[in-house]
């Protein structure tokens, strides 16, 4: 901060001066608003929004705002949050923080939605303060209330019920919390989940430091349902023909499938360890495999707050795994069944490997690298 400038000051005088529309790559933007801030305090930001269509961030109402506005990692927030969470039909939770999920989970049978948020949350209670939190469904008062028993940056649902907008507003019982920002979002339906559901407006840009422009087609998956499964199959001189042999439950294949959603949404490398419709632990940002696996298993060790155990529980990888330490790692913590894509000259090794140590491994159709 400059010398002399109160924080306010030094906000306002950092104030950019973004037109009011913008064309990229031959598309007309329109500015929704100027941003509290970009990625920092001294960093000046605006948000656009395609002129033609409203979407389901674009497209959002603010019904209660805190001291001041949006920041542009708020807005990444929100989008990774609703990323996760567009491709359940059932309730889920996202906990965002910095641009990766410190926790998600979806509801199993007779699974109160205050449950499916409690569990999202104490997957990383530490990280989830300060989050941002996205549903899926209305969100109801008992989810409103057990949400402002700790301090979160914003809240994003399709949908309020009245008594939880009352909680919300409660400024007096919820001293902690006062400020917390809710936001009803646009259509989900409009958010692109699988391959081929994409269209034009929902292409990537990314600014490299000399202003180049790379423009790409969004992150989306082949994975529709559990049918899509495929147990993991390869082939090399070493060790000849291999397929997985190992059986996963009903409940495991469930679990596989919501770790690779979520996964979507992780910064590479990523991994993803799962039980019982909850994300046990997120490893994420590591330079290597095995580092991210061994980094979400002790992060497990030291900051889940819930009853679980990495006992029978799964793992996706956004990256194929090059050696079999990663599958050595996961399986003596307690991981049962994999998910991730083929593609190393060691795959046959890899699955080999796995079937020895009773793990149920399966390919993935693509790689789901994010680099944010």
């Known amino acids: 901060m400059a010398e002399g400038l109160s924080r306010s000051s030094y906000l306002s005088r950092n104030v950019g001066d973004f037109p009011a529309e913008v064309v990229i790559n031959g598309r007309r933007y329109v500015k929704i608003d100027d941003l509290r801030y970009g990625t920092n305090p001294h960093q000046p930001a605006a948000s656009y929004r395609p002129a033609d269509e409203l979407g389901a961030i674009s497209g959002m109402e603010v019904l209660k ?21 567009k491709f359940f039909d059932g309730p889920a939770c996202a906990v965002m923080k910095h641009v990766n999920p410190s926790g998600a989970a979806v509801a199993l049978p007779g699974e109160s939605l205050k449950s499916v948020y409690i569990k999202g949350r104490d997957a990383d209670a530490r990280a989830a303060f300060g989050s941002v939190i996205a549903f899926n469904v209305k969100v109801d008062e008992e989810t409103a209330v057990e949400i402002m028993s700790t301090f979160v940056e914003c809240v994003v649902a399709p949908d309020f019920a009245p008594e939880a907008l009352a ?19 646009g259509n989900l339906q409009t958010l692109p989940r699988f391959t081929g559901e994409t269209k034009e407006i929902h292409r990537t840009f990314k600014v490299l430091a000399d202003g180049t422009l790379i423009v790409a087609a969004p992150l989306t998956t082949a994975l529709r349902s559990v049918a899509d499964l495929k147990p993991a199959e390869g082939e090399n001189t070493r060790c000849g023909h291999q397929i997985s042999t190992v059986s996963a439950t009903e409940q495991q294949k469930a679990d596989l499938l919501f770790s690779w959603y979520v996964n979507l949404s992780v910064r590479s490398n990523g991994v993803v360890i799962a039980k019982d419709g909850q994300t046990l632990s997120v490893g ?31 793992m996706s990888s956004d990256g194929f795994f090059p050696f079999e330490d990663g599958v050595e790692t996961a399986a003596a913590a307690g991981v ?11 795959d046959a090794d890899v699955i080999k490997r796995a079937n020895e140590l009773g793990v149920a491994l399966f390919h993935a159709p693509e790689r789901i690298f994010s680099h944010h």
Do not use: M, W
Not at 72 to 84: C, F, K, M, R, V
Not at 291 to 300: L, S, T, V, Y
């Open 65 to 85: 705002n805190g001291k001041n506005g949006l920041s542009q990692t708020n807005l990444e927030d929100i989008s990774g949050a609703l990323n996760i969470v």
């Open 167 to 185: 909680a919300f507003n409660d400024g007096e019982r919820f001293k902690l919390n006062k400020h917390v920002r809710i936001l009803k979002c």
């Open 336 to 346: 049962k069944a994999i998910i991730a894509p083929a593609g190393s000259l060691r």
């Open 284 to 314: 994420t940002g590591e330079q290597d495999r095995v580092g991210a696996i061994e980094q979400a298993i002790a992060k497990f060790r030291q900051k889940y707050t819930g009853t679980g155990t990495l006992e029978n529980s799964v």
